[in-house]
């Protein structure tokens, strides 16, 4: 079935190549991002690739978060319904704690965290009218265990964005809407510029993104080799191996 899809941070990175291929699926596209020129060329090329879909763009700063509330709902009645919101808007500008970049480490939080949960309150509110829905988080390997030095803060919002998603999988289970976090290694982007042990490249890694968010799986690290199993040891591991790990 065709779903309407509406993914935050669309205008470069995981996002735009996400919505390359879930466009190459035939899915409707609502994009949002800071930068609206960005977008709109992503539009042209999508419509032009795939003419019987359709996409939206709509600029959004994910920290305003009444405007996250606005944007949603009338993305909403543009595309005719959203069927999946795959909030995945996020930055990694974290520094050590205590080393006086506080704001830093604030604006990663803010971003990766509060403005995400924004994001899925807006959506459930869609979701919970109509009883059915897919909201999709997009948190990180990065968030299993702590991390150090500019790491910091980062792992700990994709922590409490995974914590987020399991909180609403105990409330919704058994019911029609459904939530998935996503964890992904490393996988080349703007955010990380490929750097990383066991990074992949953009397109398959994405792919990998595509298809758990496809199967509406509960939880996935992807790709799953080498990271299911990573994930397995990292959450066991004593911090002494895993300072070393890191």
């Keep these: 079935m065709r779903r309407n899809i509406l993914i935050t941070g669309g205008s470069a990175g995981l996002g735009a190549e996400m919505a390359r291929q879930f466009a190459a699926k035939g899915h409707n596209l609502v994009l949002t991002a800071r930068r609206e020129d960005r977008l709109k060329t992503l539009r042209d090329e999508l419509t032009a690739d795939h003419p019987a879909i359709k996409v939206v763009v709509r600029q959004l700063d994910v920290t305003d978060h009444d405007q996250v509330f606005e944007v949603f709902r009338t993305a909403d009645a543009d595309i005719g319904g959203l069927d999946r919101v795959i909030v995945n808007a996020g930055i990694g500008k974290g520094t050590p704690i205590g080393t006086g970049r506080f704001d830093a480490n604030l604006a990663t939080t803010m971003t990766n965290y509060v403005a995400a949960l924004a994001q899925a309150e807006a959506a459930m509110e869609l979701f919970r009218a109509r009883n059915a829905g897919h909201l999709v988080l997009i948190s990180s390997m ?67 993104i595509v298809a758990a968010i496809e199967a509406e799986q509960a939880r996935a690290a992807v790709p799953s080799w080498p990271w299911r199993p990573l994930r397995m040891v990292l959450k066991v591991v004593p911090v002494s191996v895993l300072k070393r790990m890191i």
């Design 142 to 208: 990065a968030g299993v265990r702590g991390a150090p030095r500019a790491m910091t803060a980062y792992s700990a919002s994709k922590a409490a964005i995974a914590a987020l998603g399991e909180g609403l999988q105990v409330e919704l289970l058994g019911k029609p809407i459904k939530v998935s976090v996503i964890q992904p290694g490393y996988i080349k982007s703007d955010l990380n510029g490929g750097a990383g042990k066991f990074v992949v490249d953009t397109v398959p890694g994405v792919r990998a």
